[in-house]
Nanobody
Framework: QVQLVESGGGLVQPGGSLRLSCAASGSIFSFGAMAWYRQAPGKQRELVARIFSGGRTNYADSVKGRFTISIDNAKITVYLEMNRVKPEDTAVYYC?????????WGQGTQVTVSS
């Protein structure tokens, strides 16, 4: 069993910055990829950023150049650095980890961008 615990969400003003963290614990083996998804009210969950075990990353077009995903392998923690945030970034952000055919999710952390 794997547990993913997100932290770092909150209220931020447009143009500001926020860093989300996701710590993995439990039955820990190497993950094929870890990612951040988000879900805004009334919308489907969407991929924000993903990092593969080899370090390759991909991003949603809407966050390219503003968000950065990174991973601390020793701590098994994945981060999402969010810069120049916009009101449309408001959503619940979920951490995801993939190991083989298994898919794990965190409980989500709310990010609200508002003045």
């Amino acid at each position: 069993q794997v547990q993913l615990v997100e932290s770092g969400g909150g209220l931020v003003q447009p143009g500001g910055s926020l860093r989300l963290s996701c710590a993995a614990s439990g039955s820990i083996f190497s993950f094929g990829a870890m990612a951040w998804y988000r879900q805004a009210p009334g919308k489907q969950r969407e991929l924000v950023a993903r990092i593969f075990s080899g370090g390759r990353t991909n991003y949603a077009d809407s966050v390219k150049g503003r968000f950065t995903i990174s991973i601390d392998n020793a701590k098994i923690t994945v981060y999402l650095e969010m810069n120049r945030v916009k009101p449309e970034d408001t959503a619940v952000y979920y951490c995801n980890a993939v190991r083989g055919i298994d898919d794990f999710w965190g409980q989500g952390t709310q990010v609200t961008v508002s003045s």
